[in-house]
């Protein structure tokens, strides 16, 4: 056993001592305001702050009759209300600011929040294609160009970035992260703060992000949402937190609890993550608000016996808003005027929202973010579609590319466009879709007649139906099963076509939020319709438009060529084309792994050895090893997959042992056609711990555009901090010995030497 050398407190010693002290510096003036204000408040009007409502009317328009409506304008009349959510336009926040500013007894401005997940109406693609482009430059500008539009239409908050790790793709919201990588999703998180937020929270470009949820909801098991979570110290401290640590080093201004329990508590009441972790152990001033109505799900938890309970529960954990549970409203001043509840907590609450307050510049003019002639000429502009087509390029994942046949040349005279997803121009806007005007995508069957001229024959049948029924994001859709109608005519069209190109995937309504699934193979008659493509046309290129990794063994087996989209956006079929027919050259890598089957999830790279590993000390005909009996136990596509049109091959891999960590070069040689973007991924591998460690571990990446013929010397500084992990008490340690270091194209297709670091 290596003998263990604390190196840092993963949960005390966060912050290096001078970034502490500017930090300090920067909010003191912001914070003697706050206090002033503090103040003056009354206990009923501090309350009022901690309470965010959903906008049940259109507020251009009078209070509807109804008790609801009436009651909370009241409240925001009264000083009551500290925010609002789905309030929009510039002209709507403009009257609902009105109405609080003008007839509160301290003027005190509502912040309205909304989730702006991957655009607010110009669609960007969604997180987890952002995630494949592993280019932080285009995450970030997605996120620039959202919060542009957001905030010109009167928004100041969004609820995103969603940087949950989850290993299941059973779980319908891995669509809106970063997938299984903690390393990945760090850089993301950290790219999607930067883009949100800007370098100035009160500047009218930005709007305040929110990193969420905090923490473990991507683990619920089963993959079913809203679970429960039953998770290792040891996975939480190494997997779990790092994207939200890597969050709020970025300065993000919110964060979001979780719906599920963690360890028997719901995240909602749970002291050990909002106060012992986020805000005493890494020294945290931002606010942190519940989920939509988490803090009244903790009596449905079992965990709070009524709503007056919950409300104490969750203030004394460290919830600083309630989202549309009404508990803290309810319940808080009467626990404080009884003595069960210390005004203090309230006091550190409100605090952080008046801070935010500040930060954003509504007590200077609250009428700043609504602005009519910045929202008509910033929203759905085109600068935002050209660079929402851009950022789409960016996103996809060439998975196969049998005999080289993407991309398409002059020599293709005639195309066979085929599927339900191909002629959509809704399904490519993606499920949390903001305020994207539904049916506005430009389509993949578009994208295609746009990119080429008369001489080429382009011919569309539907071929299958995958989905009827009411599409928005609150409905089940119905799944159309065995439905082989349009067989014929998208067998005839192929026949006579150069080449097939079949769009296949999900409804994006099949992933997000409640859109969990038992099995994740691709629904209704498309694979049948594809083995019977087969049988006609040999060129078979399939566009995979999913939001989720998908088992589609028998797709990867028959198609020719596999291009894995996403949900691209505003944008998609202009993007696709560029890309099927060579303007663009592929690049995406996988932030999640493919499997086989449903049965494998969940599935992920970073695994660790069991004591019966595969190797080749075992006969096939063994039972005694760790597999399963009827079917694979590897990916079928790895995680960091990506292939391109041209050939990228590693060679001379050099790791040198320094007084900090190790330095590793290596040659990269583009030896194919085309000029092309590599993704070079560096993994660990700790031989030997005192906690077991995973088999692989991405330490970083460099995206590099190499022109064909070339050679570029790619290097990488690793540090002792690098090679650390937590322990199960959260103090980061490392431990001398021996680690494997590896480059490569994908987790699965390295060059590795194995060192020893004293």
């Known amino acids: 056993m290596k003998k263990a050398r604390i190196t840092e407190i993963g949960l ?68 009551q209300v500290g925010g609002m959510l789905n309030v929009l336009t510039a002209k709507g926040t403009y009257e609902a ?59 100041h908050w969004t609820f995103a970035p969603m940087i949950d790790i989850s290993r299941d793709a059973r779980w319908g919201r891995i669509m809106e992260g970063a997938g299984e ?57 190494n997997v779990v937190l790092p994207p939200f640590k890597a969050a709020k080093d970025a300065g993000v201004a919110s964060f979001m609890n979780s719906f599920n329990v963690l360890g028997g508590v719901p995240a909602t009441g749970n002291e050990f993550l909002q106060r012992t972790i986020l805000k005493d152990g890494w020294d945290y001033d931002g606010l942190v608000v519940s989920d939509w109505g988490s803090v009244a799900e903790m009596i449905t938890h079992g965990y709070a016996k009524d709503l007056k309970d919950a409300a104490k529960l969750a203030l004394i954990a460290g919830c600083d808003m309630d989202m549309e549970s009404r508990a803290y409203e309810q319940a808080l001043e009467k626990l404080i005027l009884n003595g069960q509840l210390d005004e203090s907590l309230l006091n550190d609450a409100v605090r952080r929202i008046l801070r935010l307050k500040f930060k954003l510049g509504l007590f200077d003019d609250p009428y700043r973010y609504c602005d009519e002639k910045r929202e008509k000429e ?123 190109v079949i769009a296949m995937g999900e409804d994006c309504f099949q992933t997000g939020e409640g859109r969990s699934q038992s099995d994740i193979g691709l629904k ?18 399939v566009v995979l438009m999913t939001g989720r990794p998908v088992a589609i063994p028998e797709v990867a087996k028959d198609a020719s060529a596999i291009l894995e989209t996403w949900y691209a956006g505003s944008e998609s079929g202009n993007a696709i084309a560029d890309v ?6 592929p690049s995406g890598k996988l932030p999640v792994s493919f499997p086989y089957s449903t049965g494998q999830e969940p599935l992920y790279y970073s695994v660790k050895n069991t004591g019966r590993p595969q190797t080749n000390d075992f006969d096939k005909g063994l039972v005694f090893w760790s597999h ?29 042992v320094n007084k900090t960590g190790v330095e590793i070069s290596a040659e990269v040689s583009n030896s194919g056609n085309y000029d092309g973007d590599e993704v070079v991924q560096l993994y660990i591998r700790d031989m030997v711990a005192s906690i077991t460690r995973p088999i692989l571990e991405l330490k970083g990446f460099k995206k590099v555009r190499i022109q064909k013929g070339t050679t570029d010397n790619i290097k990488f500084e690793l540090t002792k901090d690098d090679l650390s992990f937590y322990n199960h008490q959260g103090k980061k340690i490392f431990e001398p010995g021996e680690f494997e270091i590896s480059l490569g194209t994908s987790s699965n297709n390295r060059i590795k030497q194995i060192i020893e670091i004293k």
């Open 12 to 79: 005390v010693i966060i912050c290096a001592m001078s970034s502490c002290v500017d930090l300090t510096n920067k909010k003191s003036a912001i914070d003697h305001k706050v206090d002033s204000l503090l103040s003056k408040m009354t206990l009923a009007e501090k309350v009022g702050q901690t309470n965010l409502y959903n906008g049940t009317w259109e507020f251009t328009g009078p209070v509807p009759d109804d008790e609801d409506s009436k009651s909370k304008a009241e409240k925001i009349k009264n000083g």
């Open 97 to 155: 600011q009105k109405m609080a500013v003008e007839n509160s007894r301290l003027k005190i401005p509502l912040i309205f929040g909304y989730d702006v997940i991957h655009g607010y109406q110009t669609m960007l693609p969604v997180p987890i294609a952002q995630a494949a482009s592993w280019d932080a430059e285009a995450a970030s500008l997605s996120a620039q160009i959202a919060a542009r539009e957001a905030a010109a239409s009167g928004v």
């Open 181 to 237: 990588d903690p390393y990945l999703s760090s850089v993301m998180a950290k790219a999607w703060v930067n883009g949100f937020q800007g370098e100035d929270l009160s500047a009218t470009t930005t709007i305040a992000a929110c990193a969420k949820h905090f923490a473990a909801y991507g683990f619920s098991e089963s993959g079913r949402d809203y679970n429960t979570v039953d998770i290792s110290n040891e996975t939480l401290f």
């Open 378 to 500: 910033e929203v759905l502009s085109k600068k935002n579609l050209e660079d929402a087509r851009d950022i789409a390029h960016k996103t996809f994942v060439l998975l196969k590319n049998e005999s080289n046949i993407l991309p398409l040349t002059e020599k293709t005279k005639s195309i066979a466009v085929i599927g339900q997803l191909a002629n959509s121009k809704d399904i490519p806007l993606g499920n949390w879709r903001g305020k994207a005007i539904q049916n506005s995508a430009v389509s993949l069957l578009e994208g295609i007649q746009n990119a080429v001229d008369e001489n080429v024959n382009i011919r569309f049948a539907e071929g299958y139906t995958l989905t009827r029924g009411t599409r928005d994001f609150i409905h089940e859709l119905e799944i159309v099963d065995k439905d082989e109608s349009g067989f014929a005519k998208a067998i005839e069209i192929a026949k006579t076509s150069d080449v097939v």
């Open 524 to 541: 209704g008659s498309q694979v049948k319709l594809l083995s019977e493509l087969k049988k006609v046309n040999n060129n078979i290129i």
């Open 580 to 585: 099927l027919f060579g303007k663009f050259n």
């Open 628 to 656: 399963y009996t009827d079917g694979s136990k590897e990916a079928l596509f790895s995680f960091g997959h990506g292939l391109s049109y041209t050939n990228f091959t590693y060679d001379k891999l050099q790791v040198t």
